[in-house]
């Protein structure tokens, strides 16, 4: 924990995102049951090793090995109150900020490179294994939807998109930690929010050019 938070609650350490510069945190988490436990951690609040086992059909001993290894970067933290050997784990952020663009490290850069797209290669590859399949649920069949539109924006405005988007999402942020304020029927839901010109269509860019003199 840095100086700055050091005096803040852990809750409230736990609000803010996790900016990642350091280069072998980022090549410590790019690793498909790492990711997955911190994925899984998003949605039980706590786990031991033999949960997410259980969950993930790896044996105990892997996961307490990667819940000691997210632990040595500082994505998880004990929680206290295990059993016997059962060390209960949890997530020390809500969410991870990966920037490849603002890393001022060349190395930074590179692994926030390949983490960034290990992220999205793990989430497009759940959307194509999953998605049919919600479709069918029952009650769900018109929830679960995927959508796209192409609108014209400026930089400044795509970053107030995704602003605003977030913004939506946050409304139930408190769910996460707190499951008595779930309703009925209430799953975790995954909502990918992803903003990205359209180079391959984008209309050249014109050029300044001195008016034409007509007279």
Known sequence: MSSEESGATLDQVWQQPLNLTDPK???????????????????TGT???????????????????????????????????GRGRERPWT?????????????????????????????FEHWVERVRRTYPGNARMPGWEHASNMTDRAVFLTAEETEQV????????????????DPSLRPAGALPVEVLVFTSPLTDFAPSMPTAEKPQDIS
């Open 25 to 43: 945190a980022m090549r410590a988490l790019a690793h498909p049951v790492r990711m997955a436990l911190l994925e899984l951690l998003s949605v």
């Open 47 to 81: 786990i031991t090793a033999t949960q997410a086992s259980e969950a993930l059909g790896e044996s105990p001993a892997n996961c307490a090995f990667h819940l000691r290894t997210l632990g040595k970067y500082g994505f998880v933290r004990e929680a206290g109150g």
């Open 91 to 119: 997530a020390t952020r809500r969410t991870l900020r990966i920037s490849p663009a603002e890393q001022t490290d060349a190395q930074a850069a590179l692994a926030a490179d390949a983490l960034s797209v290990a992220w």
């Open 162 to 177: 995704h602003r605003e988007m977030l913004e939506i999402i946050d409304r139930y942020a408190s769910r996460q930690r």
